[in-house]
């Protein structure tokens, strides 16, 4: 990513890398610095930060504005420059945890931020053009866990990956490794990806889901970048993201809120989105063969299980959007929710994201995108699951 050229090079660092992660990821996730008051003066929180879900990563952004030097030189700025991202990362959290602050992020909205609600990890983020080979940087331990990177190597995992959530939850990974030379992010990269390639698959109960439920496996990290296929349907995720993203703004729900459901969206695993992308659009084209005056329904929907929870996310394309296809979305994602949390014994813990899309035949866009989640027991009646379950009988495709 090019530094822009209106401005100093530091400050271009910090933009460049903003440009990055809301270009390749959601732009709603990366949050510029705020300034807090610390005794009679102000004290800026991080040059930049990450946020999806319970993670956050306070990234301290470090230039080279002068012409390099020798290796040694290089070698000990290089050091001095991450001992004091480190610190400053560990003064930000610290301050976070004090009192909340108000960060705005790169859709304009503003977040209070408050450091208990997160897990957190420091990034020191390194702008320099002449890294000496096999420059490792050593820092002492600040209580979270924290990595340095190149400002390449960030551009590499936004590009690799195009998902902030997929690149936070592997920069937490990539913190638990053995350090490894500046530059090198992408060798770990594919190593690890490698890895994941060759791990067995977890077994899950397919009949959680009821009859038809197959077992999917996929490389939390893919070693094909998204996107490189040869279509662009992995975009179709992407622009459902930003459909809930910008519509949730004008409904005026509340940020915190929004940005659960576009965290909870973006869990979608990096290795499936082309093949979600092209069943919505194949979807898509199915209904609108409806005969007139009736509505047909596609439906596909994945459970993902792990401890700290269970994900349901459901997509369903309807042939029109009208008050009644409307509250029978409502009411699939209800029951489909009840249904996988009865079978589990766990229903406090998950959580059901659906989606559905609707052709718009206005000319202004493809579909219309509507959006309904729910979290924990579904407090349904008897009476009410029976009359769900006689509108939406389980099938072996449901």
Same mark, same amino acid.
């Given at each position: 990513?090019?530094?822009?050229?209106?401005?100093?090079? #530091? =400050?271009?660092?910090?933009?460049?890398?903003?440009?990055?992660?809301?270009?390749?990821?959601?732009?709603?996730?990366?949050?510029?610095? $705020?300034?807090?008051?610390? *005794?009679?003066?102000? %004290?800026?929180?991080?040059?930049?930060?990450?946020? $999806?879900?319970?993670? *956050?990563?306070?990234?301290?952004?470090?230039?080279?504005?002068? @012409?390099? @030097?020798?290796?040694?030189?290089?070698?000990?700025?290089?050091?001095?420059?991450?001992?004091?991202?480190?610190?400053?990362?560990? *003064?930000?959290?610290?301050?976070?945890?004090? &009192?909340?602050?108000?960060?705005? /992020?790169?859709?304009?909205?503003?977040?209070?931020?408050?450091?208990?609600?997160?897990?957190?990890?420091?990034?020191?983020?390194?702008?320099?053009?002449?890294?000496?080979?096999?420059?490792?940087?050593?820092?002492?331990?600040?209580?979270?866990?924290?990595?340095?990177?190149?400002?390449?190597?960030?551009?590499?995992?936004?590009?690799?990956?195009?998902?902030?959530?997929?690149?936070?939850?592997?920069?937490?990974?990539?913190?638990?490794?053995?350090?490894?030379?500046?530059?090198?992010?992408?060798?770990?990269?594919?190593?690890?990806?490698?890895?994941?390639?060759?791990?067995?698959?977890?077994?899950?109960?397919?009949?959680?889901? *009821?009859?038809?439920?197959?077992?999917?496996?996929?490389?939390? +990290?893919?070693?094909?970048?998204?996107?490189?296929?040869?279509?662009?349907?992995?975009?179709?995720?992407?622009?459902? +993201?930003?459909?809930?993203?910008?519509?949730?703004? %004008?409904?005026? =729900?509340?940020?915190?809120?929004?940005?659960?459901?576009?965290?909870?969206?973006?869990?979608?695993?990096?290795?499936?989105?082309?093949?979600?992308?092209?069943?919505?659009?194949?979807?898509?084209?199915?209904?609108? &063969?409806?005969?007139?005056?009736?509505?047909?329904?596609?439906?596909?929907?994945?459970?993902?299980?792990?401890?700290?929870?269970?994900?349901?996310?459901?997509?369903?394309?309807?042939?029109?959007?009208?008050?009644?296809?409307?509250?029978?979305?409502?009411?699939?994602?209800?029951?489909?929710?009840?249904?996988?949390?009865? %079978?589990? #014994?766990?229903?406090?813990?998950?959580?059901?994201?659906?989606?559905?899309?609707?052709? /718009?035949?206005?000319?202004?866009?493809?579909?219309?995108?509507?959006?309904?989640?729910? +979290?924990?027991?579904?407090?349904?009646?008897?009476?009410?699951?029976?009359?769900?379950?006689?509108?939406?009988?389980?099938?072996?495709?449901?």
């Amino acid at each position: 990513m090019p530094l822009p050229a209106d401005v100093e090079p #530091g =400050i271009g660092a910090e933009k460049a890398a903003h440009t990055a992660a809301a270009t390749w990821g959601l732009p709603d996730f990366v949050f510029q610095s $705020s300034l807090t008051r610390k *005794g009679s003066g102000q %004290r800026e929180l991080g040059d930049r930060l990450l946020l $999806s879900g319970k993670r *956050g990563a306070v990234i301290q952004i470090k230039s080279r504005t002068v @012409k390099p @030097k020798g290796d040694a030189e290089e070698r000990a700025w290089i050091q001095k420059v991450t001992k004091k991202a480190m610190s400053q990362a560990k *003064g930000t959290v610290r301050m976070l945890r004090l &009192q909340a602050a108000d960060m705005v /992020n790169g859709r304009g909205t503003t977040l209070s931020v408050a450091g208990d609600a997160y897990e957190w990890m420091a990034v020191s983020l390194l702008d320099h053009d002449h890294v000496p080979d096999g420059m490792v940087p050593t820092f002492e331990p600040i209580g979270m866990p924290a990595l340095t990177l190149t400002r390449r190597d960030w551009d590499f995992l936004f590009d690799q990956l195009r998902s902030t959530t997929a690149v936070l939850d592997y920069l937490f990974r990539a913190a638990g490794e053995m350090p490894i030379a500046l530059g090198d992010e992408p060798v770990r990269y594919y190593e690890l990806a490698a890895a994941d390639a060759a791990a067995p698959p977890v077994d899950i109960d397919t009949e959680l889901v *009821g009859p038809g439920g197959r077992r999917f496996s996929t490389p939390l +990290l893919p070693q094909v970048p998204a996107g490189a296929g040869q279509t662009n349907t992995h975009l179709v995720i992407r622009y459902v +993201l930003e459909d809930v993203a910008t519509s949730m703004l %004008r409904d005026a =729900i509340s940020e915190s809120d929004r940005l659960t459901v576009l965290s909870d969206l973006d869990r979608l695993p990096v290795g499936m989105r082309e093949e979600w992308g092209q069943l919505l659009l194949d979807m898509l084209d199915d209904v609108e &063969q409806a005969p007139d005056g009736h509505v047909m329904w596609r439906s596909r929907r994945q459970l993902h299980q792990e401890a700290a929870g269970d994900r349901q996310m459901l997509f369903v394309c309807a042939t029109r959007f009208d008050k009644y296809v409307e509250a029978s979305f409502g009411s699939y994602v209800m029951l489909r929710h009840h249904q996988v949390g009865e %079978r589990t #014994g766990r229903p406090e813990s998950l959580c059901s994201v659906g989606v559905m899309l609707t052709p /718009n035949h206005s000319g202004n866009r493809p579909w219309d995108t509507t959006l309904v989640r729910v +979290l924990g027991p579904s407090h349904l009646t008897s009476e009410q699951v029976a009359e769900f379950e006689e509108l939406w009988p389980q099938s072996g495709n449901a």
